[in-house]
């Protein structure tokens, strides 16, 4: 059973341009969790999504990022307009329908802008 | 809201050594969960041990353990036996509320001396 794939690892932005990070779930998994991760920081929770839906978006900023988890394909989080403070590394995890409690991170996309 | 502290940046060890990692924290749940992840210098997130708060027994797992004080809130983890596939950071987490996504404290780097 693969574990949570995120796609790219590395990714190198400039100033303006936008950011398509990727995430498979585990299978079985229909919980997907973005978290990002700023450098000797700790995870902060950004968008919690289900299929179709999303569920909790609280830790999102209000522009320029948004979120989606289609029925089928991945889930991709999306920054427009990309900025230096955006260079983070982010970090997908999935659960099943018991919620975050088994939570599986997958390997985090570290994204760099220019 | 739900808050995560670990008062310790840092911390080392020496190899077969025991170290004890701190974490408090704060919430108005009165049942939940509480976690210890580890991140090592690949940056996945492992869950390393996870505790339940209506459970006075303290988990363990193999070499690690907690020391769970549900008045005092505090979570603290214990590696005995340290070895040198131990360093990395440690996070704290528990969950927003209920059974939404994490809250983590910003870790502690703990290093291994041979």
């Known amino acids: 059973n693969a574990g949570v794939m995120q796609n790219p690892r590395h990714l190198v932005r400039r100033r303006g341009q936008e950011a398509r990070l990727r995430c498979s779930p585990m299978?079985?998994?229909?919980?997907v969790y973005w978290y990002r991760q700023l450098p000797e920081e700790g995870l902060k929770f950004m968008v919690y999504?289900?299929?179709?839906?999303?569920?909790?978006e609280s830790g999102m900023p209000k522009e320029r990022f948004s979120a989606e988890f289609p029925k089928e394909g991945p889930s991709i989080l999306r920054i427009q307009q990309v900025v230096r403070g955006d260079s983070a590394a982010y970090f997908c995890?999935?659960?099943?329908?018991?919620?975050?409690?088994?939570?599986?991170f997958g390997p985090g996309t570290r994204l760099t802008v220019t | 809201a739900q808050t995560v502290t670990q008062s310790q940046p840092e911390m080392s060890v020496q190899e077969a050594e025991t170290v004890t990692l701190s974490c408090t924290y704060d919430?108005?749940?009165?049942?939940?969960?509480l976690f210890w992840y580890k991140q090592p210098p690949s940056r996945q997130m492992i869950l390393v041990i996870r505790?339940?708060?209506?459970?006075?027994q303290n988990a363990t797992e193999n070499r690690f353990s907690v020391n769970f004080q549900k008045a005092a809130k505090s979570f603290s983890l214990k590696i005995s036996d340290s070895q040198l596939g131990d360093a990395a950071m440690y996070f704290c987490?528990?969950?927003?509320?209920?059974?939404?996504?994490?809250?983590f404290g910003k870790g502690t780097r703990l290093s291994v001396i041979a």
């Open positions: 995890a999935s659960s099943d329908s018991d919620g975050p409690l088994r939570q599986y």
């Open positions: 299978k079985g998994h229909s919980h």
């Open positions: 999504l289900q299929k179709e839906n999303i569920i909790d």
């Open positions: 919430t108005s749940e009165s049942d939940y969960y």
């Open positions: 505790q339940e708060a209506y459970k006075q």
């Open positions: 987490a528990l969950p927003l509320s209920g059974n939404t996504p994490l809250v």
